[in-house]
């Protein structure tokens, strides 16, 4: 009889801890689910309509006060348009009624959230104590922006402004979360001519532009190219930054598709080369330089912008890309 009773309080136990683990999420009187950024309801009965793959559409009457749940926000050409459930999309009006879900409570869904600008009608600024700026437009990866929760569950930063401080809070409709995947591997070496992103989507814009002074990225990087492993992906792509980045290098974390690149632990060896000419290298990882005679045989590993990555006597160099050669 005892050991009827104690399966049976256990069986209880393992209910409750069930049902604790995947207890459901409420916020303003509902339930929410993953994706979702708020919810929505109508001033009067409209018709809504969302396009289907065929290019037909397909319209829903609702009434006035029906609630329906937002999962993604648009907003561009000065208008704001909400994504509802089953793919109706509607523009903000009069008649509509929306109510964000705080950004807190929206990454409670996420075990390692991304954090990505959604805002197309401005792009967010950050000016740094040194009088640099970074520069986030449409999804763009807000992580490294070093913007924190504060007590009352807002996203925000506090910049120096001359003699004061001045805090940026994000408004949560203009910030979209997404799950961002550990990623084992130092290097991502690139396979094929391949665009730089500075957001995690194709859709997002392919940005060559100077965001910090003097700092400047081309188009494409070509094969060969080695890069920085961030440690994560996102979607399709590779979170990167430049390979062996070192204080003033440092730029806004980069994106590569994955379909172009390979993630290796270190770099490959591609043969030796040779210094062409009287050369100066720097060590990778300390920015030591020295000397290289002309004729000097290195192990080739790849590109890291204007440099080739080279290995000469145990230790890893940067040294001017067309200072080497094959033979």
Known sequence: MLKKWLIACFLLFLIGWHSDAEAAVRWDGAEIVKGQTGKITFSKDVKVYKKNANGQFDSLVVKKGQYFRVYNIEKYNNQTYYWMSSGYRVQATNLTQFKAIPLEIRRQFYNNPAYLWNNQNKVLQISLDSGEKFAYSHYSYLNDAGFTFNDEG??????????????????????????????????????????????????????????????????????????????????????????????????????????????????????????????????????????????????????????????????????????????
């Open 154 to 327: 807002q996203f925000e930063r506090i910049i120096n402004d001359g003699n004061k401080d001045v805090k940026i809070t994000l408004d949560p409709t203009d910030v979209y979360i997404t799950e961002q995947v550990p990623v084992v591997g130092e290097v991502i070496e690139v396979k094929q001519n391949t665009p730089i992103y500075w957001q995690p989507y194709s859709l997002g814009t392919t940005r060559p532009l100077n965001l910090q002074l003097g700092y400047h990225y081309t188009k494409q990087f070509p094969q060969h190219t080695l890069l920085q492993s961030a440690g994560m992906k996102i979607g399709d792509y590779y979170a990167v930054y430049l390979y062996k980045f070192r204080e003033g290098k440092y730029l806004q974390t980069l994106f590569v598709k994955a379909s172009d690149v390979e993630v290796k632990s270190s770099p490959t060896a591609k043969g030796t080369w040779y210094v062409q000419d009287v050369a100066v290298g720097e060590l990778t990882h300390s920015g030591i330089k020295s000397i290289f005679d002309k004729g000097t045989a290195v192990t080739y590993y790849g590109i890291s912008e204007d440099n080739a990555v080279i290995g000469y006597e145990g230790e890893e160099w940067f040294i001017p890309h067309d200072q080497v050669a094959p033979q």
